[in-house]
């Protein structure tokens, strides 16, 4: 087995959120999956594998340290960055179709950055009095700062509180615990002028119930831009940050097409590439 190291929406070196990819783990269980992304200690590890789909180019797993994701946006780009690396080739040209969990997404570059498209939305609309209050409890989000609490699951079940602005996000302090399986989030917008136009945070829980607070995350980036363009709050395209208050500098560039599709696109760097992982 090999394992890549890769920096997905970086914006420098060491800026993003690191992905480990393990290729030719084939006789891998799901068990010594998810202990060797519990041993490494990203958000997510995944593991390339033969498609059992007849378009795909290839397939992937992807966990994270309290279990198995259907779908996740930082962990798509970093895989097909290192499958394109190890001479992956797509069966379209310029059109590389990852096999996961909600089923077929695709990938493509753009301007330099691979890009994914937004998968539909499993669940939106308005968060209820439970949810909206478990999540302020949790993100520790000012409540006279939200202008809007929603559902934003698209694998992940993202709760998404939408903030006043991004001083609000960066201020807000989360709490120390939370159910395996949380995942909550903050949105607010940028005075005009700077290099991103929205302020995003997302914690999750790890198998311990500890909070953790991930550095750059293209599922929520890809549920935040079909919250933002559906709602005539963003038009054609932004840039999103995220991870200042976890020491990364991520940047996130969400793009809606004429089609109405959504793309989500970011940097992505080899850190290390092809070492031998003995399991």
């Avoid at 929603?150 to 302090?173: D, F, M, Y």
Wanted: aromatic residues 6%; hydrophobic residues 45%; glycine residues 12%.
């Amino acid at each position: 087995m090999q394992i890549d190291l890769v920096d997905v929406f970086a914006s420098g070196p060491l800026s993003g959120n690191p992905l480990g990819v393990v290729r030719g783990g084939h006789d891998l269980d799901s068990a010594q999956m998810l202990a060797i992304t519990r041993w490494l200690g990203f958000s997510e590890t995944t593991f390339l594998l033969p498609p059992n789909d007849a378009d795909a180019d290839y397939r992937v797993r992807i966990f994270y340290p309290a279990g198995e994701l259907p779908f996740a946006g930082h962990p798509t780009l970093g895989s097909a960055h290192a499958w394109l690396m190890a001479d992956g080739v797509p069966k379209v040209a310029g059109r590389i179709i990852q096999e996961c969990g909600i089923g077929l997404v695709e990938v493509r570059q753009h301007d330099g950055r691979l890009a994914f498209r937004a998968p539909p939305l499993m669940r939106e609309g308005p968060l209820d009095g439970a949810d909206l209050a478990d999540t302020i409890s949790l993100t520790g989000a000012d409540p006279a700062r939200i202008l809007a609490a929603v559902h934003a699951a698209n694998g992940p079940g993202w709760k998404l509180l939408h903030l006043s602005s991004a001083e609000a996000v960066l201020a807000a302090e989360p709490a120390a615990r939370a159910a395996p399986g949380t995942d909550v989030a903050l949105l607010g917008a940028h005075a005009p002028g700077g290099p991103a136009q929205f302020e995003l945070r997302a914690f999750f829980a790890d198998a311990t119930g500890r909070l953790c607070e991930d550095p750059v995350t293209g599922s929520l980036n890809a549920a935040v831009a079909q919250y933002l363009f559906g709602a005539g709050l963003a038009e054609g395209s932004y840039v999103a940050a995220q991870g200042r208050k976890t020491g990364a500098d991520g940047l996130v560039h969400c793009v809606q097409e004429a089609d109405g599709s959504v793309w989500i696109a970011g940097r992505v760097d080899t850190v290390s590439s092809g070492g031998t992982l003995a399991f």
